[in-house]
């Protein structure tokens, strides 16, 4: 077994520097891909409506996951025949938790409270990952 003394941090070698160059530009598109998608356009329901209409259903006291077709028909005010892929909310409750504080939103100002949310963690994770790299 290595005592403290004995460890000594990892160097860098050429294949970490090439996965560097390669994981910056990939953040970089994808960081940009995201900026494109807020603000969100007028009418566009995206992933995180479940999280957000869970959040409205619990703090206007009804069912967290009841029928997500007609929540989401109330709170976008759909009209009838529109398409929806999902029938119940399929997000789990630890992620609906999470949103809750964005309840008291409108759904544009939520999704990019969880765009923002979801950066923060992203950055956190980059952190912790090159900070064990050395």
């Given at each position: 077994?290595?005592?403290?003394?004995?460890?000594?941090?990892?160097?860098?070698?050429?294949?970490?520097?090439?996965?560097?160059?390669?994981?910056?530009?990939?953040?970089l598109v994808?960081g940009?891909?995201?900026a494109?998608?807020?603000?969100?356009?007028?009418?566009?329901?995206?992933?995180?409506?479940?999280?957000?209409?869970?959040?409205?259903?619990f703090?206007?006291?009804?069912?967290?996951?009841?029928?997500?077709?007609?929540?989401?028909?109330?709170?976008?005010?759909?009209?009838?025949?529109?398409?929806?892929?999902?029938?119940?909310?399929a997000?789990?409750?630890?992620?609906?938790l999470?949103?809750?504080?964005?309840?008291r939103?409108?759904?544009?100002?939520?999704?990019?409270?969880?765009?923002?949310?979801?950066?923060?963690a992203?950055?956190s994770?980059?952190?912790?990952?090159?900070?064990?790299?050395?």
């Amino acid at each position: 077994m290595e005592s403290e003394a004995d460890f000594s941090p990892k160097r860098w070698g050429p294949l970490h520097v090439l996965e560097l160059c390669i994981a910056v530009p990939v953040c970089l598109v994808c960081g940009y891909a995201l900026a494109l998608r807020v603000p969100l356009k007028e009418g566009a329901i995206v992933d995180s409506s479940q999280e957000w209409i869970a959040a409205r259903n619990f703090r206007e006291g009804r069912p967290i996951y009841g029928n997500y077709r007609a929540d989401v028909k109330r709170e976008f005010k759909l009209k009838e025949g529109a398409p929806l892929v999902l029938n119940v909310n399929a997000h789990p409750p630890t992620s609906v938790l999470l949103a809750l504080p964005l309840g008291r939103f409108d759904y544009p100002t939520a999704h990019l409270g969880i765009n923002i949310a979801s950066l923060v963690a992203f950055v956190s994770a980059m952190v912790l990952i090159l900070g064990q790299c050395g």
